[in-house]
Structures are given as structure tokens and as C-alpha cells.
């Protein structure tokens, strides 16, 4: 199985920051990678898949890149809708994996 | 737009068989990969399994001898059943569309996942 990590597991960052998100998987995967933002009580939410295309309606705030092992997220100006966990997931091979997720909380 | 709403048993004793069932409101019930995926409490997401209206099935290794997903195309839903149910079988329930990655003639591959139900909380406690 294709093991997926995430760094950070956490941070604190304050409005109108650019944060970064990064995922890294134990091999080659292509660009088969989606994230999802993830707020307490409430089912993910997709913001990205193809590693880099934004799901329709997601905020152009949001951006992927990456291709074989390493991936990002970046959160271009952080705003308080944003505070969430982020997760990453490879579509690549099965059994289909995620990452450990990345909180986002207020600094 | 399309909507999926999931219902089923919320308290299970060990040894049961976990029940949940999701209905799929708008779009096309074919070509996609209808799938369910759980969440222990606090912890992350763990792919559960799949199938398609075509029957074509895949389950994560940890659960395959114990969980079945089966699809009724003529009601749009498909369900999850999973057997000898443990308390670490304890988690949040999602039901979730996947979509097709990409075509290879009449093949596909699963992609991204969206949308997802509201999740159902089982657990599972003597």
C-alpha cells in the first residue's frame, strides 16, 4: 500500500497568511492525488484533485502542485473559513489511502 | 446536484454485523464507484471499499473477509455490511461518490471523492 505522509501534523497561522501543506508518498503515483478540507463535525469537503485542479466552486485562494511523490497545498491568504484539518489522498494504486491530516488552527 | 443520505445502526454489540445503507439523490448511479469510507474518532480517514453498478468491486485488505458493499441499481443505493464487528470497528461512517480518474476503453479507474454523505457515528460497546 502506498503509505502517505503530511507535514506539518499542525500549525497556527493568523488571517491573511500563505500557508503550505505538504504531502509525501511512499512512491510514484503520478498526479493521482486529491485534498480535502475537513471542519469539525462535518463530512470532507474536495478541494483539489489531479493534484492541481480546483473543484468548482472551491476558492481560487486554494492551490495544488506536484507530481510523483511530493505534493503541496497552499492556502494562498488564510481566511477564517480556512481553519480546518486538511487531508490528502492517492488514487494511484489500492488499496486508495490517506494522508494523517494537517490541523489549521488560529494562531 | 447530486446528494447522498445515509441511515443504519448507530450502537452495535461486538460480534454483530454493522448495516448502513445510502441513497443517492440526482445524477447517474452508473460509471462512478460508489464507496465507503470511515473515520475512528479523532483519527483519520481509512478507505473501507467500493463497488460499481457493473458489480465491479474492491475492499481495503484489513477488511475484506468481513465487509460486503452491494449496489441496487433499480433504488440509486448501495450499502455496506460488516460482519464479527469489534470495538475497533468503532468510527464515523461516510458514504461517498467516486469518480472515474480515467477511461481505458470499457475500464475505468477510481479517482477523487465527492460528495460525501453526513456520516453516520457507529460504535460498538457491550
Known amino acids: 500500500a502506498i503509505r502517505m505522509t503530511q507535514s506539518p501534523s499542525s500549525l497556527s497561522a493568523s488571517t491573511g497568511d500563505r500557508v503550505v501543506i505538504t504531502c509525501r508518498a511512499s512512491?510514484?503515483?503520478?498526479?493521482?492525488l486529491a485534498w480535502y478540507q475537513q471542519k469539525p463535525g462535518e463530512a470532507p469537503k474536495l478541494l483539489i484533485y489531479?493534484?492541481?485542479t480546483l473543484q468548482s466552486g472551491v476558492p481560487e485562494r486554494f492551490s495544488g502542485s506536484g507530481s510523483g511523490t511530493d505534493f503541496t497545498l497552499t492556502i494562498s491568504s488564510l481566511q477564517s473559513e480556512d481553519f480546518a484539518t486538511y487531508f490528502c489522498h492517492q488514487y494511484y494504486s489500492y488499496p486508495l489511502t490517506f494522508g494523517p491530516g494537517t490541523k489549521v488552527d488560529i494562531k | 446536484q447530486v446528494q447522498l443520505q445515509q441511515w443504519g445502526a448507530g450502537l452495535l454489540r461486538p460480534s454483530e454485523t454493522l448495516s448502513l445503507t445510502c441513497a443517492v439523490y440526482g445524477g447517474s448511479f452508473n460509471d462512478y464507484y460508489w464507496t465507503w469510507i470511515r473515520q475512528p474518532p479523532g483519527k483519520g480517514l481509512e478507505w473501507v471499499g467500493e463497488n460499481t453498478h457493473r458489480g465491479r468491486s474492491n475492499y481495503s485488505p484489513s477488511l475484506k473477509s468481513r465487509v460486503t458493499i452491494s449496489v441496487d441499481t433499480s433504488k440509486n443505493q448501495f450499502s455496506l455490511r460488516l460482519t464479527s464487528v469489534t470495538a475497533a470497528d468503532t468510527a464515523v461512517y461516510y458514504c461517498?461518490?467516486?469518480?472515474?480518474?480515467?477511461?481505458?476503453?470499457?475500464?475505468?479507474?477510481?479517482?477523487?471523492?465527492?460528495?460525501w454523505g453526513q456520516g453516520t457515528v457507529v460504535t460498538v460497546s457491550s
Open positions: 461517498v461518490r467516486g469518480a472515474v480518474a480515467q477511461w481505458f476503453g470499457d475500464l475505468s479507474v477510481v479517482g477523487w471523492f465527492d460528495p
Open positions: 512512491e510514484f503515483m503520478s498526479t493521482y
Open positions: 489531479g493534484a492541481s
